[in-house]
């Protein structure tokens, strides 16, 4: 019990800055600015575009995590942890300086029509890279919590690899990739830092947020940034509260 009392400095730290949303937004003139619609729109649909793309690329990644034993594990883990252990900024520099348009991938891309920067191609990408090392470490913990026992129940059974997967991994770990994925769509709806650096435009909820800030300071922005957490606070809030209830039954 004494914890509890020596927590609550640390809960009011965390909780302060959102009582104190609430109590100061303009709920009597409560609308978006100009603009702010359209950011909406694009943090929505990009987002829905990537999270996909991120699944796709993440999940056999993090299955191969979980399950090998190979020497070429270690360098891949560092790999991933990398560029999410880099400031976004430099990663934003960085993919400038890969993919750029003054670059010889940026230039190749370019001949083929397909040319990243400043479009929603770009957006995607920046967005790829924040999401993809989160989703695959989350992920991995997910396969590793898959019983081993029980994929190699279903070989003996005669089920190929991928009957294997779908049947029985996948399904166990459906949960655990259910959090991966939240967490992955909190990280690519919220990125500020790549996102300003590689994709400008078309601008999303963050950028705008920055822009409104800049131009007509805080009193402007508290509407969007209302319309950014009911973005991506729920799914995980919810997942969180399943999680619990799981806990306790």
Same mark, same amino acid.
């Given at each position: 019990?004494?914890?509890?009392? #020596?927590?609550i ?11 104190t ?6 709920? &009597?003139d409560?609308?978006?600015?100009y603009g ?8 929505l ?12 690329g993440?999940?056999p ?5 979980? *399950?090998?034993?190979s *020497? ?28 750029g ?7 190749? #891309?370019?001949k083929?029509? #397909? ?8 957006f995607v ?13 989350s ?8 019983? *081993? ?6 070989e ?14 996948l399904?166990?770990?459906?949960r655990?990739l259910?959090a991966?994925?939240a967490?992955?769509?909190?990280r ?11 994709s400008y435009?078309p601008?999303?909820?963050?950028v ?6 800049q ?18 606070l729920?799914l ?10 799981? &806990? &306790?039954?």
């Amino acid at each position: 019990m004494r914890s509890f009392w #020596l927590g609550i400095p640390a809960v009011a730290l965390l909780v302060i800055p959102f009582l104190t949303l609430a109590l100061i937004t303009p709920w &009597h003139d409560f609308r978006l600015a100009y603009g702010d619609g359209q950011a909406i729109s694009v943090s929505l649909l990009m987002s829905a575009v990537a999270l996909p793309l991120i699944a796709l690329g993440g999940i056999p990644l993090a299955l191969w995590l979980a *399950r090998s034993r190979s *020497r070429w594990r270690g360098p891949i883990e560092i790999a991933v942890l990398v560029p999410l252990l880099t400031p976004p900024l430099a990663v934003g520099i960085l993919l400038i300086s890969a993919y750029g348009p003054y670059s010889s991938i940026g230039e190749a #891309l370019a001949k083929v029509g #397909l040319g990243l920067n400043n479009n929603p191609g770009a957006f995607v990408l920046a967005q790829i890279y924040a999401g993809l090392p989160w989703f695959v470490l989350s992920a991995r913990t997910a396969f590793e919590n898959v019983p *081993r026992d029980t994929e190699e129940a279903g070989e003996t059974l005669g089920a190929s690899a991928w009957q294997v997967f779908w049947r029985l991994t996948l399904p166990q770990a459906s949960r655990g990739l259910a959090a991966a994925l939240a967490l992955a769509w909190v990280r690519i709806i919220g990125e500020f830092g790549i996102v300003l650096v590689f994709s400008y435009f078309p601008q999303g909820i963050p950028v705008k947020l920055f822009i409104n800030l800049q131009n007509d300071g805080v009193e402007a922005v508290y509407t969007l940034l209302w319309a950014l957490l009911a973005a991506t606070l729920p799914l995980p809030l919810w997942l969180a509260m399943r999680a619990r209830k799981r &806990h &306790h039954a």
